[in-house]
């Protein structure tokens, strides 16, 4: 049994009770929903996809909290599809079986069969669980899904480096396929922050003044991203973000989910909700862009 461990320091607390204090202010911080999530047990399950952002819980966790509170809204998922990105730039696409996420609030069960079977489908999906060691953009997601479901959820986690769109489309539709094929209800989550902004990034296509021009351009630029994914189109979000050397990090998870959530039925796309780091904190040395979205059948 390979276990994971928690190492994303700095992102989310390292104790149980801290831990869930912490996702609860995320739920009733002003950038949040206001309000706790409630699991509907006859929910409709019609999300299945989503995107949640990956930085540490006081920058984007009120924003995450959106999907997580829709999630539990919608119902009961059997297991959490989550794509994740590699900042340590580790080859394709990767997961793990037999596995566990040793978190603060207990572990995490890998949904083997499901991981194997789209490693065995796919054919792009490597079974590599070092690849997960040191990356925190799986890893932040879980405290949220433990704070909703307790221990009565499996997830699959798939990292992803470099790919282009020909292999989120056979990934994607992959995951959909076998999801299928073993009756088994999943959600995709694809795990992104969007533009990095900042000379901390190296990256000021704007300038750095007046702050009133670059929010401006870091929105006008996001929400291109965003629009393509809520109309369910995966070459487009490559291609903008390929084309225009844009600084979203996730954008191969993301668009993998779109595709497999096509594949399960999905006909629309939702932004729950959107806001910068400096919405949340004001720093403006670096800023990040987050967004909540939904993808329903």
């Not at 060691?133 to 879980?142: A, F, P, R």
């Not at 351009?217 to 995966?234: G, H, K, R, V």
Request: charged fraction near 20%; glycine fraction near 10%; charge should be negative.
């Amino acid at each position: 049994m390979y276990v994971r461990r928690p190492s994303a320091w700095g992102f989310h607390p390292f104790d149980p009770s801290q831990e869930r204090i912490e996702i609860e202010r995320c739920f009733l911080s002003k950038h949040g929903v206001g309000s706790k999530p409630k699991i509907s047990e006859n929910g409709d399950r019609r999300i299945v996809g989503g995107v949640v952002p990956h930085a540490g819980l006081i920058y984007s966790g009120p924003i995450a909290s959106h999907t997580y509170y829709h999630l539990a809204r919608d119902g009961r998922p059997e297991t959490f599809v989550i794509l994740g990105v590699s900042h340590a730039g580790n080859p394709g696409f990767a997961t793990m079986l037999d596995a566990i996420w040793r978190m603060p609030m207990g572990d995490v069960k890998v949904d083997s069969e499901l991981a194997r079977s789209i490693v065995k489908h796919s054919g792009f999906v490597d079974i590599n669980p070092e690849a997960h060691e040191g990356e925190h953009s799986i890893e932040i997601q879980l405290p949220f899904l433990q704070y909703i479901y307790g221990e009565n959820f499996r997830i699959v986690p798939i990292i992803v480096g470099y790919g282009d769109y020909e292999m989120c489309k056979n990934v994607g539709e992959a995951i959909a396929d076998v999801a299928e094929d073993l009756g088994r209800d999943i959600v995709v989550l694809g795990s992104t922050d969007f533009t990095h902004y900042g000379v901390l990034y190296g990256y000021t296509p704007a300038g750095t003044k007046p702050l009133e021009k670059v929010l401006k351009w870091i929105y006008q630029t996001d929400n291109s991203m965003i629009e393509a994914i809520t109309s369910l189109d995966a070459k487009r979000l490559i291609t903008i973000v390929q084309k225009n050397n844009y600084t979203m990090c996730g954008y191969l998870p993301v668009a993998t989910m779109i595709i497999a959530s096509k594949r399960l039925g999905a006909s629309k796309g939702r932004l729950l909700k959107y806001a910068t780091s400096y919405d949340v904190q004001g720093s403006t040395d670096a800023i990040v862009g987050y967004a909540s979205i939904i993808i329903e059948r």
